[in-house]
């Protein structure tokens, strides 16, 4: 995992969505994340923060969430997601 926002996100960065495939949030690089839902596109967007395998989240509507990855998994706030492709 990586630390945080100076460092980069290297670790946490890519798709991740629900063993459903209806939830995919992408962290991207410089920061940002962009979750899709079912047909939604762009539900929800804003930036986030990584410090050490937590992750703080601030949307652009300005409401925060929390994850944190765990065995390879994100544990975000009631969502359970993996990396895309490797869902269980």
Same mark, same amino acid.
């Given at each position: 995992?990586?630390?945080?926002?100076? /460092?980069? $996100? !290297? %670790?946490?960065?890519?798709?991740?969505?629900? !063993? +459903?495939? $209806? &939830?995919? *949030?992408?962290?991207? @690089? +410089?920061?940002?994340? +962009? /979750? !899709?839902?079912?047909?939604?596109?762009?539900?929800?967007?804003?930036?986030?923060?990584?410090? %050490?395998? =937590? &992750?703080?989240?601030?949307?652009?509507?300005?409401?925060? !969430?929390? %994850? +944190? &990855?765990?065995?390879?998994?994100?544990? =975000? /706030? $009631?969502?359970?997601?993996?990396?895309?492709? *490797? *869902? @269980?």
């Amino acid at each position: 995992m990586t630390g945080n926002t100076e /460092e980069g $996100h !290297a %670790g946490v960065v890519g798709m991740w969505v629900t !063993a +459903d495939g $209806h &939830i995919r *949030q992408e962290l991207c @690089a +410089d920061g940002r994340y +962009d /979750e !899709a839902r079912g047909s939604r596109r762009s539900a929800y967007t804003g930036r986030y923060t990584v410090t %050490g395998s =937590h &992750i703080d989240y601030v949307d652009d509507s300005g409401f925060t !969430a929390t %994850g +944190d &990855i765990r065995g390879g998994v994100l544990y =975000h /706030e $009631h969502l359970v997601l993996y990396r895309e492709g *490797q *869902q @269980a």
